[in-house]
């Protein structure tokens, strides 16, 4: 069946709140050296997209514009030196944009085959929760087995996807989250403890829960816990810092721990990585991960499934907050 000669795709007209995001029209993207062109099934909605709509996370000049960092679907065009995919594979990948749209460019390195058993939708919730995780927690943070580990923002993607990763590989897991329910969630998905930020002060639970602190924290708030992550690592512990939603700016911190306990402070956006390094990531899961997730050892955690039209409500819900686990699109 011979491709259409355009797309639906969500057009960014201006930046700001969910509404200005539209559904416009434009010419299918062609698959270059490296390439392939795939026909999107599902689509992951992730925060950095909300920080692109909001004008804070702009693309790599040579990345598309639109909106999207992880998608399912099927191969339909490979660039003229790819030799490893084929037209008519089922694919998940990491996109360096583009993935809101009907059909998106995605570099041959970044993409993975569906795990057995699994749908489209529960393809595309893997690559940009999958791919962040395991190099931030393992191979910059050098998770190991009896090691202990500090997620915080459990029930995100990226959450639920480290709680589940770091117990897979032997880790003792302490979480924070929101509420009760929230807190339950984290602790079904194998956390030996989750933390209600709310109405508890993690470092004082996690100084009481371990005595001496744990080995890694994996933090996405930034600034307003840098101090307490600090408390709450034990001798050569490391932080990890993916995101700041609690700001970037850290005022009249006390910085002696990090010499005291020898810590290492690290921190990484996957985004501007390389094409090679971004690959050998992939590598990675596809040797590590995606036997478990086949075996059931570790699955995606889907909150809720919105049709492509619907990307503003979508956008709404993750910037409510209230969702566990990953909130998708479908084609």
């Known amino acids: 069946m011979p491709l259409p000669q355009e797309m639906r795709f969500v057009d960014l007209k201006s930046f700001g709140t969910p509404e200005v995001m539209a559904i416009g ?40 514009p639109i909106l999207g960092l992880e ?5 339909v065009a490979v660039g003229p030196d790819v030799t490893d995919h ?35 939708v529960q393809a595309a919730a893997l690559p940009e929760t999958f791919f962040t995780v395991w190099a931030n927690l393992f191979q910059m943070a050098g998770l190991t087995e009896g090691e202990t580990v500090l997620i915080h923002g459990g029930t995100s993607g990226i959450g639920t996807t480290a709680i589940q990763l770091a117990r ?3 880790a003792a897991v302490y979480a924070t989250a929101g509420s009760p329910k929230k807190c339950e969630a984290c602790e079904r998905l194998g956390a030996k403890r989750a933390i209600n930020y709310r109405s508890e002060d993690f470092a004082e639970v996690i100084r009481a829960e371990t005595g001496q602190g744990v080995d890694i924290i994996l933090d996405m708030i930034g600034a307003a816990y840098f101090e307490r992550n ?53 590598d990675d899961l596809l040797a590590e991960v995606w036997p478990l997730l086949e075996a059931g050892t570790v699955a995606p955690v889907v909150h809720k499934v919105f049709a492509f039209e619907d990307v503003v409500a979508a956008h709404r819900l993750l910037e409510d907050g209230s969702h566990i686990g990953k909130i998708m699109l479908t084609v």
Do not use: H, W
């Open 71 to 75: 998608l399912s679907g099927e191969i």
């Open 230 to 282: 600090l408390a709450s690592l034990a001798k050569d512990g490391c932080l990890s810092i993916i995101a700041f939603l609690g700001g970037a700016v850290a005022e009249k911190i006390n910085l002696s721990p990090i010499m005291v306990k020898r810590l290492t402070v690290t921190g990484s956006t996957m985004r501007p990585r390389t094409t090679e390094e971004k690959r050998a990531i992939r």
């Open 25 to 64: 029209r434009r010419p299918l993207p062609v698959p270059g050296e490296g390439q392939v062109l795939v026909r999107a099934a599902a689509i992951g909605v992730n925060r950095p997209d909300i920080a692109q709509r909001q004008g804070s996370y702009p693309p790599p000049k040579d990345a598309s």
């Open 86 to 120: 084929a037209v008519g594979d089922k694919v998940c990948g990491l996109a360096n944009g583009g993935a809101y749209a009907e059909y998106c460019l995605l570099p041959s390195g970044q993409i993975l085959p569906f795990p057995k058993g699994y749908d489209a």
């Open 168 to 170: 897979a590989f032997g």
